[in-house]
């Protein structure tokens, strides 16, 4: 079995920033795996260990400067990864739904594995719907915000729990190939070991361009515009407790004592 | 003219709250235009749910009896037949986890685009102005869109529609391609974990990434006896197990309302506020200024909390 995982660099925020347009001023920015592409990961290389897959592929979409982000995937385990990246993709806003979609599509048939894994959603845009999107546009079947997988694929069915609101999982059979979009806390993700880190080097990282997977430039226009980017308005009346920690802990403690809540 | 098609949501029997708030937004975009507003209500005791769902503003309610429980195959091919017959401008659904299973593959299958998670909606009758979230809701952004959307909606954006109304309830003839289903719901698990329930406790300390390893945890334990408080947390917690899942808060945790909820270390995502708004009393004790959970919080300590949490400690022995 072959398993493919879907990995996104994300960019991540500092406390302070300011925003220039439409975009968030580069230096208050940092690169990092996906959080929820790092369960993925570690489940894909799990059912390695388990014996069940035989190879783990990565594919991303990215420049090159995620080339870092894509080898702590193949440090934690995968055994190559592709990325795709072309001019065409240069200087976009943000890359949408259906973009994503025809792209990772046209690596998915390429590569014919019979389970795709990919985060939930992506720490940046957030958008939550690619995996099904995918799943959809090739004819698998597939299960959002799962966060646990039966490893025996019984009778070619893929077994999951999805995490619904309020504590509640349900308890699905889909048919393979599927692809999962996995929900965090599904299971630890492991820290590369200095012999993964030092593998991951020599590992196979393959580029490919739109043309290459044999996507037209036309199926990727961006269907929506970013037309404003601001911080949103603070609704609180929250009452900030100045002075030092002995200061204000004695003020917490003055309000849980007049609460009744703490002696 | 923008005619609007939303899709309910329900689970075990129940509509969930989220249908109601969909008819609200729903509603005020069709209104915009002069549209109308169609609900679908798919699988489970239908008639019952349209009875429910009968609030002002709703044009037609179409039912659809199909099995009990929630299944994306079938809501893909209804939604997708429906929206061929009704031709609306806008499809709405719910951004719960049942929602994200299906709007995508049916902005895929009309060729539609899709944008999730929105917080508010505008249209002019031609393009759509959605504002919603990035960066963990550090920024929020107005993305438009021309010609027809799939959008799905955040939960408790919208007030739910309360007041009875005289919609028209139409059964829908859905042809229901059997072979196409592949996925089956075996059933349904609660989260499991000791017998401590969060949602009781007057007093809860609750703790978030901000305690950045395990072994901090002892300080927060100690602060919870201290003061006689259950301790409950954020998600991250509970994805590490440092702490069981019966002590998450949050949209897939328990929904709490204490007197006090003392908020340690953590930024307040969404789904964790979603879980703690209806606390009487917010305490925020966090070093950002700016996070999140500093706009629901009544009181906020901006400062270390391994520096404030033994000062509180000392004060309670």
Not at chain 1, 49 to 55: L, N, R
Not at chain 1, 122 to 133: L, M, Q, Y
Not at chain 2, 28 to 50: C, K, S
Not at chain 2, 196 to 211: P, T
Request: proline share 3%.
């Amino acid at each position: 079995m072959k398993a493919l995982v879907a990995v996104k660099e994300v960019m991540l925020v500092e406390d302070e920033f300011e925003i220039e347009g439409v975009e968030i001023a580069e230096q208050h920015l940092s690169a990092d795996l996906n959080e929820w592409d790092g369960y993925a990961i570690e489940e894909a290389v799990e059912l390695q260990e388990d014996g069940i897959v035989d190879e783990v592929v990565t594919v991303t979409i990215g420049p090159e400067e995620c080339e870092q982000t894509i080898r702590q995937a193949l440090a934690k385990g995968a055994d190559r990864s592709i990325r795709i990246w072309d001019d065409t993709l240069e200087g976009a806003d943000l890359i949408d739904v259906d973009a994503k979609t025809e792209i990772l599509s046209a690596v998915i048939e390429e590569e014919n594995p019979d389970l795709v894994l990919t985060g939930v959603q992506a720490g940046d845009d957030s958008f939550a719907a690619t995996g099904v999107s995918v799943a959809e546009n090739l004819g698998f079947q597939w299960g959002a915000v799962v966060n646990h997988l039966e490893h025996d694929f019984e009778d070619g069915l893929a077994s999951v729990h999805r995490e619904l609101e309020g504590g509640i999982e349900e308890l699905t059979d889909l048919e393979l190939p599927a692809v999962l979009t996995i929900q965090t806390g599904i299971n630890e993700p492991r820290y590369a070991s200095l012999r993964g880190i030092r593998q991951a080097q020599r590992k196979e990282l393959d580029v490919k361009t739109l043309s290459d997977i044999g996507v037209d430039e036309s199926r990727i226009a961006t269907e929506f515009e970013l037309t404003d980017m601001y911080e949103p308005e603070s609704k609180s009346d929250t009452t900030i407790w100045e002075g030092n920690a002995g200061e204000t802990s004695s003020k917490l403690g003055e309000l849980l004592r007049d609460k009744g809540v703490a002696q | 003219m923008t005619d609007v098609l939303a899709v309910t949501d329900h689970r075990r029997g129940d509509l969930r709250d989220i249908s109601y708030e969909l008819i609200t937004a729903g509603r005020e975009l069709a209104d915009e235009t002069g549209g109308d507003l169609h609900l679908v209500i798919i699988n489970g005791p239908v008639d019952r749910f349209a009875q429910k769902c009968n609030r002002v503003g709703v044009d037609t309610i179409h039912t659809v009896s199909y099995g009990e429980e929630f299944n994306h195959d079938i809501y893909t091919q209804v939604i997708t037949q429906l929206y061929h017959n009704l031709a609306p401008k806008y499809i709405l659904t719910p951004n719960s986890v049942n929602g994200l299973d299906y709007a995508p593959a049916i902005a895929n299958r009309l060729d539609l685009p899709i944008v999730t998670d929105t917080i508010d909606l505008e249209t002019d009758g031609k393009s759509l102005v959605a504002t919603r979230e990035m960066y963990g809701g550090k920024v929020e952004t107005t993305n438009q869109y021309e010609g027809n959307v799939v959008v799905t909606i955040r939960g408790a954006e919208w007030p739910a529609a309360e007041v009875t109304g005289d919609a028209k309830v139409k059964p829908f003839d859905a042809e229901i391609d059997e072979d196409a289903i592949g996925s089956t719901v075996t059933g349904f698990e609660e989260a499991v974990g000791g017998n401590v329930d969060i949602s009781e406790a007057d007093l809860l300390v609750s703790i978030g990434r901000g305690i950045e390893e395990k072994e901090n945890l002892d300080l927060i334990r100690n602060l919870a006896d201290t003061l006689d408080a259950t301790l409950s947390s954020s998600r991250p917690i509970v994805d590490n197990g440092w702490l069981p899942k019966n002590r998450q808060v949050g949209q897939s945790g328990k929904v709490v309302t204490p007197e006090v909820y003392i908020a340690i270390g953590i930024s307040g995502a969404v789904q964790h506020v979603a879980g703690m708004k209806g606390s009487d009393t917010i305490i925020a004790i966090n070093t950002d200024p700016n996070a999140p959970i500093m706009d629901i919080a009544d009181y906020a300590i901006v400062d270390d909390l391994f520096d404030v949490v033994p000062e509180l400690i000392e004060e309670f022995q």
